[in-house]
């Protein structure tokens, strides 16, 4: 007869007891061990989220830092001014940031402004794993409208020695636009005693010159200068078969249809009225001393580098561009199509002793121009050549802005 197993109920419940026992000890370990790491994930995500929050009011900073460099005219200002935005900055331990090393700004060939800022945020939790800092960098670029304070009247572009000279006597005045210089030779320019430039900026690519005396406003060397702003834009004419006209003019009024002159000379000392249209010049033009010129509404094309006005001294000479039509703006402009800019040059003068005014785009960059005008009028020009020397000028310049239509007055941010 077999013996049953008796176990008595006591005894059942105290082992139950400690079967409970045992497996609370277990979760009790487990959860020590879980709490730092949980604790680190849960802090970490708010770390995150604060270094997010902190990355976002650093842009907002930067953004309208940026956007307000934009407007200024050189690196320097653009820097400062992005500087000014940050300057309230400060870590935890109240020490300054240090900007010089924090903040980089760049001035791009679009006219735009580029800055870059990196900080370090400090976070509250994720020291515990070793991770004292967190890096943060945020950028923006800002571009500000076309203003005639921050262009350029005259861009010569020539990477030749000597790009610029000015000789004594030489007066340049541009309260609103500036000279922009490519050459990085040396010299790049040369100035000499006896003359004043003053412009809003004198903008030289290359960082040597030689400065013989004068007085020279806003000189900016090793500058980003502006390229050239309308190469490939200028739709350049078919020739006619036939010349509209060509040898010789006689007589003291003389009244000129638009067509292609070829190698035309006004004998005398007449007074020349170019009639609204496009005139090509073949050749040389040739207008004697003490002749008028008014060209009113005119487009002047020279279809190869052999051809140009040669208007000698005395001359009293205004001349302005179409306000609509395809050459709408364009003053006088050469054939570039068919050879690289500045392989192939040719000297180009101006002279207009008596006064010269002259509006709208002057597109001479395979030209080596000599300007002798002596004027007390403001020329609104947008010149480009090749090199350039100023020779006993009282010269007087705005900005061309007749192509502009809705200009915005704010800077817009674009990156």
């Known amino acids: 007869m077999k013996k049953k197993l008796c176990i008595a109920p006591h005894y059942i419940a105290l082992r139950y007891r400690g079967m409970i026992r045992d497996r609370g000890g277990n979760f009790a370990m487990l959860a020590a061990l879980m709490t730092p790491i949980l604790l680190v994930i849960a802090g970490g995500a708010v770390d995150v989220m604060g270094a997010l929050t902190e990355k976002q009011h650093l842009q907002e900073k930067l953004d309208a830092g940026v956007l307000s460099a934009a407007t200024k005219t050189t690196p320097q200002a653009q820097r400062t001014?992005?500087?000014?935005?940050?300057?309230?900055?400060?870590?935890?331990?109240?020490?300054?940031?240090?900007?010089?090393?924090?903040?980089?700004?760049?001035?791009?060939?679009?006219?735009?402004?580029?800055?870059?800022?990196?900080?370090?945020?400090?976070?509250?939790?994720?020291?515990?794993?070793?991770?004292?800092?967190?890096?943060?960098?945020?950028?923006?670029?800002?571009?500000?409208?076309?203003?005639?304070?921050?262009?350029?009247?005259?861009?010569?572009?020539?990477?030749?020695?000597?790009?610029?000279?000015?000789?004594?006597?030489?007066?340049?005045?541009?309260?609103?636009?500036?000279?922009?210089?490519?050459?990085?030779?040396?010299?790049?320019?040369?100035?000499?005693?006896?003359?004043?430039?003053?412009?809003?900026?004198?903008?030289?690519?290359?960082?040597?010159?030689?400065?013989?005396?004068?007085?020279?406003?806003?000189?900016?060397?090793?500058?980003?200068?502006?390229?050239?702003?309308?190469?490939?834009?200028?739709?350049?004419?078919?020739?006619?078969?036939?010349?509209?006209?060509?040898?010789?003019?006689?007589?003291?009024?003389?009244?000129?249809?638009?067509?292609?002159?070829?190698?035309l000379t006004f004998n005398g000392s007449p007074t020349i009225t170019f009639e609204p249209g496009l005139h090509i010049i073949k050749g040389r033009m040739i207008i004697n001393s003490n002749s008028t010129v008014t060209a009113n509404g005119v487009t002047f094309y020279f279809p190869d580098v052999d051809s140009e006005i040669r208007a000698n001294g005395g001359l009293s000479f205004k001349a302005s561009a179409p306000t609509s039509g395809a050459y709408k703006g364009v003053l006088m402009f050469e054939k570039t199509s068919n050879v690289a800019v500045g392989s192939d040059t040719r000297q180009y003068i101006f002279n207009g002793s008596n006064g010269e005014i002259l509006e709208g785009i002057i597109y001479l960059p395979n030209r080596d121009v000599t300007y002798n005008s002596t004027t007390n009028q403001a020329n609104k020009i947008s010149l480009v050549v090749n090199t350039m020397i100023v020779n006993s000028a009282n010269w007087n310049l705005k900005p061309y802005d007749g192509l502009d239509s809705g200009v915005k007055t704010a800077s817009r941010l674009v990156k």
């Open 81 to 263: 001014e992005i500087e000014n935005f940050l300057s309230d900055l400060v870590s935890e331990d109240d020490q300054a940031i240090n900007l010089q090393d924090s903040v980089s700004v760049a001035s791009n060939s679009d006219g735009s402004v580029t800055g870059n800022f990196h900080a370090n945020f400090k976070p509250s939790f994720l020291p515990l794993i070793g991770m004292n800092t967190m890096p943060i960098s945020v950028s923006s670029t800002a571009i500000a409208p076309k203003s005639k304070a921050s262009g350029a009247c005259i861009y010569v572009l020539g990477n030749k020695n000597q790009a610029v000279l000015i000789n004594s006597g030489a007066r340049i005045k541009a309260e609103n636009c500036g000279i922009d210089v490519q050459s990085v030779s040396n010299p790049a320019f040369i100035m000499n005693s006896g003359s004043t430039i003053d412009t809003t900026r004198f903008c030289v690519k290359g960082t040597q010159y030689i400065k013989n005396g004068g007085t020279l406003t806003n000189l900016q060397v090793g500058c980003n200068a502006s390229t050239d702003p309308y190469a490939g834009k200028l739709a350049e004419p078919k020739l006619p078969t036939a010349c509209t006209d060509s040898g010789t003019k006689d007589g003291q009024i003389q009244s000129i249809k638009p067509g292609m002159h070829c190698d």
